[in-house]
């Protein structure tokens, strides 16, 4: 076979194993020049270990890569862009305290001085509609425009195949939009692309041909555009997904939760300050807030948690009361739960046992310490209780929580909060990297506590989640709380146009 | 010579082993290695370039010893923290009481033993201009070496490409190496550069500073450099400055002491430390937002395989 008619790069039989976990058995990939190939599948389903293996970030334990025709070794990430593999982070590989030229010239040995490297960033923006300030400092941007850094900086390394892991994962709508038209021009110009996603309107909408993973193995090939989403979604999960179901018709009751201009500065130089926050919540109503990442989700939950202190006691109020000035422990005596974003070291302690785990949320209320002394019989009793209710899975009694999946580890906090049957619960992505099946049970928990009468907030990037769970949401912009609207009249341009930072009707 | 110009001279040979020091470590954190070794790396410097040059008759060789003494101290501590990635801490303070035992070691011999001081480099017609004439062009060549090394580390840091790797590093590696950056072989070579800095910076003490050796000679001044590095934000034009300002506080305790103004002389010689604590408390206080530590500092590298 001549070089030129071999597909750019095929992956035969990798397999890689991490301990008992076999994260990708037997996989074959093919990508051809110009195209964009959709890479699917859910959380651990085995795509991340995948690409890091055609970065050269991890080495297969068996099988072959063979890169136009000839086979090759990628002992490390300099050998894959040796020959002409460029990849855009889902976790985005920037450095903060650089400025993007930095940023740039960092991954481009002898290429001129800072001149030069500014130039050609401006030439490929203008070309790939990419426009970026290369004098800015990194952490002065938005998730957007540092994902545009990422794009620019695998351009100008001229690269044959192009892999973009979750890439759509932090913009708004309208950011997506033009992220794609730019992906369209690349294939255009014979640049292949590996496109990862578990979002299916897009791979129905960009993608030529797919490649479905699920449990380590790939389970089909086809092409998009001629499958339904829920079929796709069915092969990619391996059964059919179940729905939310909608709360049934419940009243909705007194204010339980309450920002009253809440101006908060920001916590550090990267953070955000929080500027005249209003908002109510009711019991019996789920009250989503909308936001892209690093426009203050992480400063609002604190202000709610009591992580931050408020300037002022009536700056949140939990069921009539002024509590702005008092701390977590406080605000969980009047009957409130929160649940941070990260899992591993916010919502848990990794090397915690479970039941240790139950104690650092429920020290305060769960009657669970006597004289100072722990009564850990009944720490170890709730464990099971939520381990039994929310059908956590897990190796050995009482394990440490870092041995447990992401969603059995996130069913088992979302679970511990929830069966105190808290008046408030706050959330912040409470599914983010969750398969499915966890994300479902955890969808509908939410939805339940609403339904029994609690106010809760759920923060999340997710706008489908939203949607599916939410009655009301706000969106959270460099630190602007919009007023909340209708989900069920909301639509997505709307909320999108908000997310940008642009005005609505009635936005704030 | 004025009295004036005489403390501001004492100033300066005070600051120079603390600015060499410091920008040596300097070099190491921002590669996003915190070595804390430094007091030892020193101590062994300046043993070794003592008994070197007092065995070979000659200062260079005397200075090349202890550059080499510092280097090969500090591929220790690069063996452990990156090979082995142990806890950089632990191996720090381990490397400190290490080098303070090997330099008692290596200097016993010598113990007693005087050098004459390295000269000054007098510039004809310069050196004697009225004021600026000795502050200027009246030192000895560490002073002027210090210098270089500051624009040179300045230079390197901020206008050069390797420069630009090194602080990728320090800042995240985990992207760096995704982005095909030698993570490891970067801070070996920072490490060693901050060895040899250590180890020149141990040779003005025991050559130059007090032409002669003693145990425990460096005195703290390796925990000193290290709160300088912090004190410059991890620049070093900054540390330039801060070198002066500790120097300074070693000289006012000498001349506090003699014209004995009353306070117990443990007190003043505690001055430097307390002028170290003094200004750490006052950088976090005015600029606890501040995020010029690099991201990475202290944290041991892994790859995945």
Redesign the interface.
């Known amino acids: 076979m001549a070089a030129s008619d071999a597909p750019l790069v095929a992956m035969l039989g990798i397999v890689k194993r991490f301990g008992a976990l076999t994260a990708n058995d037997r996989v074959d990939l093919q990508i051809r020049r110009g195209e964009i190939h959709a890479l699917l599948g859910e959380n651990g389903a085995g795509k991340s270990t995948l690409v890091?293996i055609l970065?050269?970030?991890?080495?297969p334990d068996a099988g072959e890569i063979l890169w136009e025709g000839r086979p090759v070794v990628l002992p490390?990430?300099?050998?894959?862009?040796r020959l002409g593999i460029g990849?855009v982070?889902q976790h985005?590989?920037?450095?903060?305290?650089?400025t993007v030229a930095?940023?740039i010239?960092?991954?481009l040995?002898?290429e001129g001085g800072r001149s030069e490297v500014a130039r050609r960033i401006e030439e490929v923006g203008r070309s790939y509609g990419l426009t970026l300030d290369p004098s800015r400092p990194v952490?002065t941007l938005s998730a957007g425009e540092r994902q545009r850094i990422e794009i620019v900086r695998a351009l100008l390394r001229k690269p044959k195949l192009l892999i973009l892991d979750e890439p759509t994962s932090v913009l708004t709508p309208q950011e997506a939009d033009g992220l794609f038209t730019t992906l369209e021009r690349l294939a255009a110009d014979g640049c292949g692309l590996l496109y990862i996603t578990h979002r299916l309107e897009e791979v129905k909408r960009l993608c030529s041909r797919a490649t479905i993973m699920r449990g380590g193995k790939v389970v089909a090939a086809c092409d998009p555009r001629g499958e339904t989403v829920a079929g796709l979604a069915s092969l990619m999960v391996g059964a059919d997904v179940h729905e939310v179901r909608p709360a049934p018709a419940h009243a909705v009751g007194k204010i339980r939760l309450e920002l009253n201009n809440l101006h908060l500065p920001?916590p550090?130089?990267?953070g955000t300050p929080l500027t005249g926050a209003m908002l109510q919540v009711q019991g019996g109503e789920v009250l989503g807030i909308a936001g892209v990442a690093g426009n203050g989700q992480s400063e609002l939950f604190a202000a709610l948690s009591g992580e931050s202190l408020a300037p002022r006691p009536e700056d949140v109020s939990i069921d009539g009361a002024p509590v702005g000035r008092e701390g977590i422990d406080a605000r969980r005596l009047r009957n409130a739960a929160f649940l941070p974003e990260e899992r591993l070291g916010h919502a848990a302690a990794p090397r915690f046992t479970l039941s240790e785990n139950v104690v650092l949320s429920r020290h305060a209320t769960g009657g669970l310490v006597r004289r100072g002394v722990l009564k850990t019989g009944e720490a170890q009793r709730i464990a099971r209780e939520v381990i039994r209710v929310f059908d956590v899975r897990k190796g050995g009694e009482d394990p440490p929580a870092a041995t447990l999946s992401g969603g059995n580890l996130q069913k088992f906090v979302v679970g511990r909060e929830i069966l105190r049957e808290p008046g408030v619960l706050v959330v912040n992505q409470p599914t983010w990297g969750v398969d499915a099946g966890a994300a479902a049970t955890i969808r509908q928990a939410l939805v339940d506590l609403a339904a029994r009468g609690s106010a809760v907030v759920v923060i999340s990037q997710d706008l489908d989640e939203l949607f599916a769970i939410s009655d009301r949401i706000a969106v959270l912009h460099a630190g602007r709380l919009s007023a909340a609207r209708s989900a069920r009249t909301a639509t997505r341009e709307e909320i999108g146009i908000l997310m940008a930072g642009g005005h609505a009707t009635d936005a704030a | 010579m004025s009295l004036t110009e005489a403390i501001l001279l004492t100033v300066v040979a005070a600051a120079t082993p603390l600015l060499i020091a410091a920008l040596g470590e300097l070099v190491v954190e921002r590669a996003g290695v915190l070595n804390l070794g430094l007091e030892g790396m020193m101590a062994v410097g300046a043993s070794c370039g003592f008994a070197a040059a007092s065995l070979s008759g000659s200062t260079v060789v005397g200075v090349v010893a202890a550059i080499f003494a510092g280097m090969a101290l500090s591929a220790v501590f690069a063996f452990l923290t990156l090979g082995l990635a142990a806890n950089q801490v632990a191996s720090g303070l381990a490397l400190t009481i290490l080098g303070l035992g090997l330099s008692g070691l290596v200097g016993e011999a010598f113990v007693g033993t005087r050098l004459d001081p390295v000269g000054r480099i007098e510039v004809p017609g310069l050196t004697d201009l009225p004021v600026v004439g000795k502050l200027l062009f009246g030192h000895d060549p560490f002073v002027y070496i210090a210098l270089l090394l500051t624009i040179g580390t300045a230079w390197f840091l901020k206008r050069t490409h390797h420069g630009l790797v090194l602080r990728s590093i320090g800042e995240n590696h985990v992207s760096a190496h995704a982005l095909g950056l030698k993570v490891l072989r970067t801070r070996l070579l920072a490490v060693l550069f901050g060895g040899a800095c250590a180890g020149l910076a141990g040779a003005y003490l025991s050559l130059a500073y007090t032409p002669f050796w003693s145990p425990g000679m460096t005195a703290g001044r390796g925990w000193i450099a290290l709160a300088l590095v912090v004190f410059a934000s991890w620049m070093p034009w900054r540390a330039l400055g801060g070198a002066l300002v500790f120097g300074g506080a070693t000289v006012l305790q000498l001349h506090a002491q003699a014209a004995s103004i009353g306070l117990p002389s443990q007190a003043l010689s505690a001055l430097p430390y307390i002028a170290t604590i003094v200004a750490l408390v006052l950088m976090s206080l005015g600029r606890g937002r501040s995020s010029a530590v690099p991201g990475s500092l202290g944290m041991p590298f892994v790859p995945d395989r």
């Open positions: 890091k970065d050269g970030l991890l080495q490390d990430p300099e050998a894959a862009a990849m982070f985005f590989s920037l450095f903060d305290n650089l930095e940023n010239a960092v991954a040995p002898g952490w920001a550090d130089l990267h």
